[in-house]
């Protein structure tokens, strides 16, 4: 009995605003002396049991009032109006969001729940009072006050950034160089080697490079997405299929690729820097101009005024260069299949090139 009381009380606290409290009282339903009447449930009305008249069950209003002067047999509850009790409540009664007054006259057999409103209990049998000070929440859906918002914390003071001194500044500038030369000699020394090593076929991819610059270009923004997505799904495919044991084959041709792109985008680098390698021995008067020499240096000076370029403060938009002469060196690379046929694939134009069309300084057309 109590946890359906308890039950019904948390359900009225969901459905019941706490201004029907303050409605005036206006008995619908009038129990009269002598008369007699089952279970009550009231939505929005009232109900008045006068001297003598008797409720043989339960009594359960939602927004209205409750004037009980005979007997009820059952259990009293009350959501949202006020409650006159001077007569006999045989099982509990529960008054939620209402005024609930007490005569002396008045008996309740079972408990007393109150929950808000104010308790007026003139008889010395019954638990109200008692029960509501026990549990302070008289008056909480009337006289309800927000609680006070706590102030907030002070913010700590913002930390003391010390600008780093001119020594500090020197040391970094130094390191920064440092990295610029080293990978630009790292570059150099790859180029050396390529153009010592494959002359003719470095030769041959910067001779595309400079003639159809657009297409290799295009070839090589598409290599540069079909590629990754390539060997991720072959790496994908063949860590499934490792369960099978069928998967380990496919983990050397992941390794392949992967060598493979990486030596095309470096074999690329090397020809555009040996394009300019040979716009340079020019005005330097070198006299030795060997695609080794002509690589070496254009490489060299490629790679070292792009790192410049990528130094925090210096000018934006390196990256976007970098990444389309790697896309061009790349595609140039793919077209000729690292230089070992011409591109495109007909008679070698007229000029001064050779049958395969090689020499750099040669017009080509298309």
């Not at 390698?277 to 070496?296: C, D, I, Y």
Request: aromatic share 6%.
């Amino acid at each position: 009995m109590k946890r359906t009381i308890f039950t019904l009380t948390l359900l009225a606290l969901l459905l019941i605003p706490a201004g029907s409290a303050l409605a005036a009282p206006a008995y619908d339903i009038v129990i009269g002396e002598g008369e007699s009447r089952s279970d009550v449930e009231l939505y929005g009305d009232s109900l008045e049991v006068k001297s003598g008249g008797t409720v043989s069950g339960d009594v359960t209003i939602f927004g209205g009032d409750a004037d009980i002067a005979g007997t009820v047999e059952g259990n009293l509850a009350v959501f949202g109006g006020n409650v006159a009790l001077s007569g006999t409540v045989e099982g509990d009664l529960v008054s939620l969001g209402g005024n609930l007054t007490i005569s002396e006259s008045a008996d309740i057999d079972g408990d007393c729940v109150v929950l808000g409103g104010n308790v007026e209990d003139n008889s010395t049998r019954s638990s109200c009072a008692r029960f509501d000070a026990a549990f302070p929440l008289s008056g909480f859906l009337g006289e309800f006050q927000p609680p006070t918002p706590p102030t907030p914390p002070t913010p700590p003071d913002p930390p003391v950034i010390t600008p780093p001194s001119m020594a500090s500044r020197i040391g970094g500038f130094f390191i920064n160089m440092l990295e610029v030369l080293g990978r630009s000699l790292i570059f150099a020394f790859v180029a050396f080697a390529i153009g010592a090593l494959a002359p003719t076929q470095l030769e041959r991819v910067s001779s595309v490079i400079r003639s159809k610059p657009i297409a290799s270009g295009a070839v090589g923004l598409l290599t540069a997405i079909a590629a990754p997505s390539l060997i991720t799904l072959l790496l994908i495919v063949s860590a499934v299929l490792t369960l099978v044991c069928i998967g380990l084959l496919g983990f050397p041709v992941v390794i392949v690729l992967s060598i493979a792109l990486l030596a095309a985008i470096v074999f690329g680098w090397v020809a555009v820097g040996n394009l300019l390698g040979h716009v340079l021995v020019t005005p330097l008067q070198l006299k030795q101009r060997s695609t080794a020499v002509t690589a070496t240096l254009g490489t060299f000076v490629l790679t070292a005024i792009l790192s410049l370029l990528a130094l925090p403060r210096f000018i934006p938009g390196e990256g976007l260069v970098a990444f389309v002469l790697v896309c061009i060196g790349l595609g140039a690379t793919a077209l000729t299949q690292f230089g070992t046929k011409p591109y495109p694939p007909a008679n070698a134009p007229a000029g001064r090139s050779k049958a395969d069309g090689i020499i750099i300084d040669a017009p080509i057309t298309d």
